[in-house]
């Protein structure tokens, strides 16, 4: 078969059949909350068994009318349509539920935290929490969660195959220069999801140890190891006082930023090879730096002792960098340069193969290598400059991946950002809107959207607009793009 054929497959069947196991695997992760308003006596138990019933019977015949059709070969093409469409069918059918549930949510409401959970950005259009049915709070920190480990694999399977924004930095075996797809890391994907779940169970383990309720640490640990920020209350970790739980907090956070792949090295080897990794280095490096200048600088201007400055500040950086999103404190009082560094943070993102958002550590790292090599060349025209990652040489091609990345976003951000001025948003809530739904952050600046706030009383039209720069930011632009592009589908 020619290289060109191989790319330009689209077997719709295998389209329809893998959405149609997506949607069944749906309908089991929808039980639970089910049941919790069962026990705890509430008619939206309903609810979800309907939502389980559509979603399921959609699930079985989609599954059903093309059986037989899965193969272990992908071909380019066909992973971008599946990797698209699979996060825009989770999002429509796992936002039925917010739709049955009533409480004002319109259509556009509910699509907006469906997605907010499943791209683990943590935006909420849901005022009232601490009063609402305990299956919808679960609900929401279940599609967080479903979401972060879905975001890990795209990133270790689908994008290093589909060679977006760099990601070809990251291939193994499952991708070889025929561009065919051959899933030989089953294992591997068992062993992230183990240590996706032991995580998390250790998480809320630590959560109720440090005095939450079985409840509250439940979602919290889900919320937490996706860096979705869903919390089951308004004030979110401004309701827990104890400084125990905002420690182990940061400490999850910080362990949610970093590769779950290294995690199954480290447990496989039994030898921690963390800072052996040129990612994880220049991140713990970067986290550091902004740690000890904020804490600094919020301990002299606020008169408070070191400890209670630190924790504060420790939170809050996590939870930004990390792009988890929970709030400790209103940091946007911290003065003109706190909100300055923090608007910045919101850009950077963990590491790839975490479940965090934003440009991600290793497109930094590969970027100011490019932006060095280029001066040297400049200097020394005749000078060759190999530069490497991780023991693997950087391309120009990726070079030019990374750049393009990151020029893209930028350009969206400033896109979208005018998008949000023509619904009547003022400018800081438009651009910090804008860049936190690009980046999944979910918390932005300003009285509206801001740390102290939320998204509900913004116009339909603005929620839709960032609702689709969720996706686009999640799926990493081009991913989105291309399909959208018509030249795709010629």
């Given at each position: 078969?020619?290289?060109?054929?191989?790319?330009?497959?689209?077997?719709?069947?295998?389209?329809?059949?893998?959405?149609g196991?997506?949607?069944?695997?749906?309908?089991?992760?929808m039980?639970?909350?089910?049941?919790?308003?069962?026990?705890?006596?509430?008619?939206?138990a309903?609810?979800?068994?309907?939502?389980?019933?559509?979603?399921?019977?959609?699930?079985?015949?989609?599954?059903?009318?093309?059986?037989?059709?899965?193969?272990?070969?992908?071909?380019?093409?066909?992973?971008?349509?599946?990797?698209?469409?699979?996060?825009?069918?989770?999002?429509?059918?796992?936002?039925?539920?917010?739709?049955?549930?009533?409480?004002?949510?319109?259509?556009?409401?509910?699509?907006?935290?469906?997605?907010?959970?499943?791209?683990?950005?943590?935006?909420?259009?849901?005022?009232?929490?601490?009063?609402?049915?305990?299956?919808?709070?679960?609900?929401?920190?279940?599609?967080?969660?479903?979401?972060?480990?879905?975001?890990?694999?795209?990133?270790?399977?689908?994008?290093?195959?589909?060679?977006?924004?760099?990601?070809?930095?990251?291939?193994?075996?499952?991708?070889?220069?025929?561009?065919?797809?051959?899933?030989?890391?089953?294992?591997?994907m068992?062993?992230?999801?183990w240590?996706?779940?032991?995580?998390?169970?250790?998480?809320?383990?630590s959560y109720?140890?440090?005095?939450?309720?079985?409840?509250?640490?439940?979602?919290?640990?889900?919320?937490?190891?996706?860096?979705?920020?869903?919390?089951?209350?308004?004030?979110?970790?401004?309701?827990?006082?104890?400084?125990?739980?905002?420690?182990?907090?940061?400490?999850?956070?910080?362990?949610?930023?970093?590769?779950?792949?290294?995690?199954?090295?480290?447990?496989?080897?039994?030898?921690?090879?963390?800072?052996?990794?040129?990612?994880?280095?220049?991140?713990?490096?970067?986290?550091?730096?902004?740690?000890?200048?904020?804490?600094?600088?919020?301990?002299?201007?606020?008169?408070?002792?070191?400890?209670?400055?630190?924790?504060?500040?420790?939170?809050?950086?996590?939870?930004?960098?990390?792009?988890?999103g929970?709030?400790?404190?209103?940091?946007?009082?911290?003065?003109?340069?706190?909100?300055?560094?923090?608007?910045?943070?919101?850009?950077?993102?963990?590491?790839?193969?975490?479940?965090?958002?934003?440009?991600?550590?290793?497109?930094?790292?590969?970027?100011?290598?490019?932006?060095?090599n280029?001066?040297?060349?400049?200097?020394?025209?005749?000078?060759?400059?190999?530069?490497?990652?991780?023991?693997?040489?950087?391309?120009?091609?990726?070079?030019?991946?990374?750049?393009?990345?990151?020029?893209?976003?930028?350009?969206?951000?400033?896109?979208?950002?005018?998008?949000?001025?023509?619904?009547?948003?003022?400018?800081?809530?438009?651009?910090?809107?804008?860049?936190?739904?690009?980046?999944?952050?979910?918390p932005?600046?300003?009285?509206?959207?801001?740390?102290?706030?939320?998204?509900?009383?913004?116009?339909?039209?603005?929620?839709?607009?960032?609702?689709?720069?969720m996706?686009?930011?999640?799926?990493?632009?081009?991913?989105?793009?291309?399909?959208?592009?018509?030249?795709?589908?010629?």
């Open positions: 078969m020619q290289r060109r054929h191989l790319t330009t497959i689209i077997d719709v069947q295998r389209v329809v059949f893998v959405n196991m997506m949607l069944l695997a749906l309908t089991v992760f039980l639970p909350p089910a049941f919790t308003d069962l026990v705890a006596h509430n008619p939206n309903m609810v979800f068994a309907i939502s389980a019933f559509i979603t399921g019977f959609l699930g079985l015949m989609m599954v059903i009318a093309t059986r037989g059709s899965w193969s272990d070969e992908i071909y380019l093409k066909e992973g971008f349509v599946l990797t698209v469409s699979s996060w825009l069918v989770l999002s429509s059918f796992a936002s039925i539920p917010f739709l049955l549930y009533g409480n004002g949510m319109t259509l556009v409401d509910s699509w907006f935290e469906t997605v907010s959970g499943l791209t683990t950005t943590g935006a909420t259009v849901m005022t009232s929490l601490d009063d609402m049915p305990p299956g919808i709070l679960l609900w929401r920190s279940t599609i967080a969660w479903i979401g972060g480990i879905g975001i890990v694999l795209m990133a270790i399977i689908m994008l290093p195959f589909l060679k977006v924004g760099g990601m070809q930095l990251f291939q193994t075996e499952n991708s070889d220069r025929s561009e065919k797809f051959v899933p030989r890391a089953g294992e591997l068992r062993m992230i999801v240590s996706y779940l032991s995580l998390t169970i250790l998480c809320g383990l109720s140890w440090a005095g939450m309720s079985a409840f509250d640490a439940v979602n919290h640990a889900m919320t937490t190891m996706a860096t979705s920020g869903y919390s089951t209350h308004d004030n979110s970790f401004n309701a827990f006082t104890n400084p125990r739980i905002h420690w182990i907090s940061s400490l999850f956070m910080l362990a949610a930023s970093l590769p779950l792949a290294l995690y199954v090295r480290t447990v496989k080897t039994r030898s921690l090879d963390f800072w052996n990794d040129t990612q994880v280095r220049g991140f713990l490096k970067l986290v550091t730096t902004f740690i000890v200048i904020i804490t600094l600088s919020y301990s002299y201007s606020h008169d408070k002792n070191l400890l209670d400055s630190m924790r504060l500040v420790v939170f809050n950086v996590l939870a930004i960098i990390s792009t988890t929970f709030v400790l404190d209103d940091y946007t009082t911290w003065g003109a340069g706190a909100v300055g560094v923090f608007f910045l943070l919101t850009f950077l993102g963990g590491c790839t193969g975490s479940t965090s958002g934003g440009v991600k550590t290793f497109r930094l790292q590969v970027m100011l290598r490019t932006a060095n280029y001066i040297s060349r400049l200097m020394s025209p005749n000078r060759v400059a190999i530069s490497t990652f991780n023991g693997k040489k950087l391309t120009t091609d990726i070079s030019i991946s990374v750049l393009a990345y990151i020029s893209v976003m930028f350009v969206s951000v400033m896109v979208f950002t005018m998008a949000l001025t023509v619904f009547g948003l003022d400018f800081v809530t438009s651009i910090s809107g804008a860049t936190t739904a690009l980046t999944n952050v979910g932005g600046l300003g009285d509206i959207i801001g740390p102290s706030g939320n998204y509900s009383t913004l116009p339909d039209g603005a929620k839709f607009i960032l609702t689709i720069a996706l686009l930011g999640r799926l990493e632009f081009f991913t989105f793009l291309v399909v959208f592009s018509p030249s795709f589908w010629r």
